[in-house]
């Protein structure tokens, strides 16, 4: 019985590229031919139109020679390796590509002889790629026995207008369609890319046309589905080229993929899909190569998707012109003339934004196209622009649109936060935004390097099951080994709630070990001394211009010099993380500028370790400030490392050994005598001055050391090691006449209105600071709704594990939880 439904079938230029995939397309032809009436569109084989468009423009009469050689080749070639397919037919399907390449010959040649290029013959060559395709097609059909019927174009398809971007007589081709459909025939074959007028010329569809002829067939035919064949499987969430974590789209409305493929989804053409959702025909995108996969099925009442965005877009080599002037807000006709302008050259804007206060006007036109729309406005308003009433027309090259795509954006919140968010994350700027009254895609016009970069990220913001998070560390000592050591540790547990925390980078002042993809925490140690030298400017090049990500720069070190450069690694897109106090304890200047920059940027800037390691003071202040609290008097033990020599000191250990001890249970810095001085927890308590909203630099701290300030406290450490001893009687005297008196010293910083010095500080034992020893902190906060007992934050302060931990937990305040995206839909 015969099939009443049909089906076309459109074969793009790669699915028809050779024997092999030439086969392929006669086999899924077949096969639906078993259920359907069957309609094949063929575009011409890949590389072949773009060969005789592009060479085919007024070429002498050896370049018309040489094209049509390789035309000639391309074709035989495939025709004598499918010798044994065509049998028979294999006589007359090179019979009409000769016929094809004599047609050619004498278009070409007629063009070198008049030396100039009619579009109405260009449409003509155009159209030879279509045709030998389909005599090809047509010799495979037969010699399987399945009896095809040519669909001439120029009967079929009827067009007018211009010959290279025809457009389509719907009426017409639904009159001329009717018989088919109507008769008995099950198997036809149309070229693509071209019909003809009402004279029975042949005039081309433009670019894309292949797939717009397949959408004017389904239509006429009143087919079940259009399916578009081509080399990748389906309609893609971005373009793979530029996101290699894109993957197919099960499927989108017809609203979707129109926005999508105007945006640059080069599978399918934006022409395609108005015939066929006019007439409710779904429409199906699938790889030719990988047949099994279902691919993209496109309709309407498609469910939307639950992060809202079905897609992304990415369309480049753009410019944007911007019109300003004082003379713009309330004249009517402004936009009017302007569109006109562009009309009368031809040219086409993408992309249309204007000001609520009608200043401006912004639109953005193809980079080519961007000095012809300047000189069109230009020529249509003189007077105004030399009355000063309109700027001069500012022209901007070097720019993309960046789009997300979804029906769902309508009903979901926080959509477009997200994708700004995402753009700020990576450093990319908005030059001008558009958003539909749909609210079914939103646009930003971005600098396109910045752009194809920032389109991975904002992919994986909508998209992907996890936040990749590159972190490059800086320091790898105690701090920055425990570090690593924790990340290790907690890889999967991270995983699992969506975060792919990344070491990209371990580095230290002589060595930087760097992969992008992530190195291997378990041989970091053997691995680094063999790495190349450490070179920060390379680093900063890497992010500027590397794959995107969530660049965070951690720094484990106690150096001036990197924290100096905090500036510029905002300025590359980091964000920073820091246990390294000397960029906060800085002059009051950088201090401002450090917070201003990375705001500016859009970028975080955190350090709770720079304080009291892991406990959370630096968060506590903060927060007590914002909600209006004011910080009277602060007072505490912030050395975690004097904390542990002062509790040894006590319970009668020697100073000298109380030193040592502490150094090798990794509280004290490598330099022991970087605590002993007292500028470390001068350093802290800046810190905490300057959060509390005080203005003070570090030289307002008056410090009191724990050594004498006789003592040789010169040369190298060993040297500073071994001259300690002479001062343990010293400690032992004071000690013992202290705890006569039922006191003990403890090293404590305070700041108030009056000012922030540390010290030593004989203490009582009923003291709330006797009882802190061993490496722990402690802070007492007195407030004006603290009173009059004061807050107080106790707790270890000291040791690589506590203070690692606090850096890793400020690693993770970069991603929150409401910032993972939502699973793959």
């Not at 995939?21 to 094949?40: D, G, I, M, P, S």
């Amino acid at each position: 019985m015969q099939p009443s439904a049909i089906r076309v079938m459109k074969f793009g230029g790669t699915s028809l590229g050779g024997a092999v995939r030439l086969r392929a397309a006669v086999e899924l032809a077949a096969t639906a031919r078993t259920t359907h009436r069957v309609c094949v569109v063929a575009s011409a084989m890949s590389g072949i139109t773009n060969l005789l468009l592009h060479g085919g423009r007024v070429p002498n009469r050896e370049e018309a020679d040489r094209l049509l050689e390789t035309y000639r080749q391309r074709h035989a070639e495939v025709v004598e390796a499918m010798a044994a397919d065509l049998g028979a037919e294999a006589v007359g399907v090179r019979e009409e590509l000769a016929a094809l390449e004599t047609l050619g010959r004498r278009l070409l040649h007629g063009m070198a002889l008049l030396e100039e290029g009619p579009p109405s013959v260009l449409a003509q060559v155009s159209s030879l790629g279509e045709r030998a395709s389909c005599a090809i097609l047509m010799g495979l059909l037969r010699a399987r026995g399945l009896a095809p019927s040519y669909l001439d174009p120029v009967t079929y398809i009827r067009v007018e207008g211009d010959p290279l971007q025809a457009r389509p007589v719907m009426a017409a081709i639904d009159a001329a369609f009717a018989p088919l459909k109507a008769g008995t025939d099950g198997l036809w074959v149309l070229p693509g890319f071209f019909g003809g007028d009402s004279q029975g010329r042949i005039l081309s569809l433009g670019r894309g046309g292949s797939d717009h002829s397949a959408a004017l067939a389904a239509a006429a035919f009143g087919a079940d589905l259009l399916e578009i064949w081509t080399d990748v499987a389906g309609l893609y969430s971005a373009d793979p080229g530029l996101v290699p974590e894109a993957f197919p789209l099960p499927e989108a409305s017809f609203e979707e993929a129109m926005e999508l493929s105007f945006f640059g989804a080069k599978v399918l053409h934006p022409k395609t899909i108005p015939p066929v959702r006019e007439r409710g025909i779904p429409v199906r995108v699938c790889s030719s190569f990988d047949p099994a996969h279902p691919g993209t099925i496109i309709r309407e009442d498609v469910p939307p998707p639950p992060s809202g965005v079905r897609g992304l877009s990415f369309l480049g080599d753009l410019s944007v012109v911007n019109l300003t002037g004082p003379g713009m807000p309330g004249t009517p006709g402004i936009a009017g003339r302007v569109f006109s302008a562009l009309a009368r050259k031809g040219i086409s804007a993408v992309l249309i934004t204007q000001s609520s206060s009608e200043l401006s006007i912004c639109f953005a036109v193809r980079r080519a196209e961007g000095p012809g729309a300047v000189e069109a406005i230009q020529e249509a308003f003189p007077g105004e622009l030399a009355a000063g009433f309109l700027d001069p027309v500012d022209l901007r090259r070097g720019l993309a649109v960046l789009s997300i795509v979804g029906d769902g954006m309508r009903t979901r919140a926080g959509v477009a936060g997200t994708f700004f968010d995402a753009l700020a994350e990576v450093g990319c700027n908005v030059v001008a935004i558009a958003q539909g009254a749909s609210e079914r895609i939103i646009s930003a016009v971005v600098d396109e390097r910045d752009g194809a970069r920032a389109m991975v990220h904002i992919h994986r913001r909508f998209f992907q099951a996890k936040v990749v998070v590159d972190l490059h560390l800086i320091g790898a000592g105690n701090v920055g080994g425990s570090l690593l050591g924790q990340i290790q540790r907690q890889h999967d547990q991270l995983a699992a709630q969506g975060l792919d925390l990344r070491v990209v980078t371990i580095a230290t002042s002589r060595f930087m070990l760097t992969d992008p993809k992530g190195l291997d925490l378990g041989r970091w140690r053997e691995d680094l001394p063999k790495a190349g030298p450490m070179n920060l400017d390379q680093l900063l090049d890497t992010v500027r211009n590397g794959p995107p990500a969530l660049p965070v720069l951690v720094d484990c070190t106690t150096s001036g010099d990197l924290a100096a450069r905090y500036v510029e690694l905002f300025d590359a897109g980091f964000h920073v993380v820091t246990a390294n106090k000397k960029a906060n304890s800085g002059t009051q200047e950088f201090y401002r500028e450090l917070r201003k920059r990375s705001t500016r940027r859009g970028l975080r800037f955190l350090y709770e370790a720079n304080v009291g390691a892991g406990l959370p003071i630096i968060d506590t202040v903060k927060n007590l400030v914002l909600t209006g609290d004011r910080v009277v008097r602060g007072e505490g033990i912030l050395s975690g490392s004097m904390s542990y020599i002062l509790g040894l000191l006590g319970e009668g250990v020697p100073l000298s050994e109380a030193v040592r001890s502490a150094k090798e249970s990794g509280f004290t810095e490598p330099d022991p005598r970087d605590d002993l001085s007292g500028m470390d927890v001068a350093r802290k308590l800046i810190i905490l001055a300057r959060e509390c909203g005080m203005e003070l630099e570090l030289a307002d701290v008056v410090v009191e050391g724990l050594l004498p300030a006789d003592f040789d406290a010169t040369g190298d450490i060993p040297s500073f090691m071994d001259r300690l001893p002479s001062l343990d009687e010293t400690f032992r005297l004071r000690l013992a006449a202290l705890k006569a008196e039922g006191k003990t010293l403890r090293y404590v910083g305070s700041l108030s209105d009056s000012g922030c010095r540390v010290g030593l500080l004989a203490v009582a034992a009923d003291h709330p600071f006797t009882a802190i020893k061993g490496g722990e902190n402690a802070l007492a906060l007195l407030t004006e709704r603290y009173q009059p007992h004061p807050m107080v934050i106790r707790g270890y302060g000291a040791g690589a594990e506590v203070t690692a931990a606090g850096v890793l937990a400020d690693v993770l305040r970069l991603v929150p939880p409401g910032a993972r995206p939502a699973r793959r839909h």
